[in-house]
């Protein structure tokens, strides 16, 4: 896996954000670090977006564990409330100060493709 911001033809000059600051209950908390395949189901998102932003940066609770984050993935801790997403959003939307893509921590399927597109078509 690129880390972020390294030399790729297809990098977004954008940072990437996966919300992962929910408590997790319909899964018994920890979704962040919940195994599917081997793998936490947070590293699914974030290698989809280390190979497709400049930078990549997990939002999430101060409480919030996560397993070990890629090298050059930032954590930002957003406030303890208000509990939703539109808080970790307007959190990253602070930190990163331009544009940023959003994915969440139980997103195992996106691709870098799929980013790449998306940020494409807007």
Do not use: N, Q
């Not at 030399?7 to 018994?28: D, F, K, M, N, W």
């Not at 997990?58 to 564990?65: E, I, L, Q, S, W």
């Not at 959003?89 to 940023?100: F, K, N, Q």
Request: net charge neutral.
């Amino acid at each position: 896996m690129a880390r972020p911001g390294e030399e790729r033809a297809s990098v977004l000059p954008i940072t990437g954000v996966v919300l992962a600051g929910g408590r997790g209950s319909r899964l018994g908390g920890g979704k962040p670090g919940v195994m599917l395949a081997g793998r936490p189901l947070i590293s699914y998102p974030l290698a989809a977006l280390v190979e497709a932003c400049f930078r990549v940066a997990v939002v999430c609770k101060r409480a919030t564990d996560l397993p070990p984050l890629p090298p050059g993935v930032e954590r930002w801790d957003e406030p303890d409330e208000p509990r939703h997403p539109a808080a970790g959003i307007a959190h990253a939307l602070e930190r990163a100060g331009d544009s940023i893509l959003v994915c969440a921590a139980d997103m195992p399927f996106v691709t870098a493709e799929a980013c790449l597109r998306v940020v494409e078509a807007a």
